[in-house]
């Protein structure tokens, strides 16, 4: 069975950091990422990572955030710097599962990041 296990979230202030750890369990992952959902906003793409290392970032977080990935320990990490009161939202784990030619997405249970003063 799989299953990611969030951890890092919190309450920082503008210009603070916070590093955000998903463990996951269950299968062998192909890309995994974070994505973030702000009150009454859709859930967005913030950053991935394939299994070979190749990253993509949102624009918005380009230059604070830093995606990062242990594949021996299935675990995925985001550094967030120079955090802003707009990345405020429940940041979600994502990973995927590659069977034969489909691809299976699987989510974590979300950890609040709040920036404010």
């Known amino acids: 069975q799989v299953q990611l296990v969030e951890s890092g979230g919190g309450l920082v202030q503008p210009g603070g950091s916070l590093r955000l750890s998903c463990a996951a369990s269950g299968s062998i992952f192909n890309t995994m990422g974070w994505y973030r959902q702000a009150p009454g906003k859709q859930r967005e793409l913030v950053a991935t990572?394939?299994?070979?290392?190749?990253?993509n970032y949102a624009v918005s977080v380009m230059g604070r955030f830093t995606i990062s990935r242990d594949v021996a320990k299935n675990t995925v990490y985001l550094q967030m710097n120079s955090l802003k009161p707009e990345d405020t939202g429940v940041y979600y784990c994502?990973?995927?599962?590659?069977?034969?030619?489909?691809?299976?997405?699987?989510w974590g249970q979300g950890t609040q990041v709040t920036v404010s003063s």
């Open positions: 990572v394939t299994s070979g290392g190749s990253t």
């Open positions: 994502n990973a995927n599962v590659l069977r034969g030619y489909s691809s299976y997405a699987y």
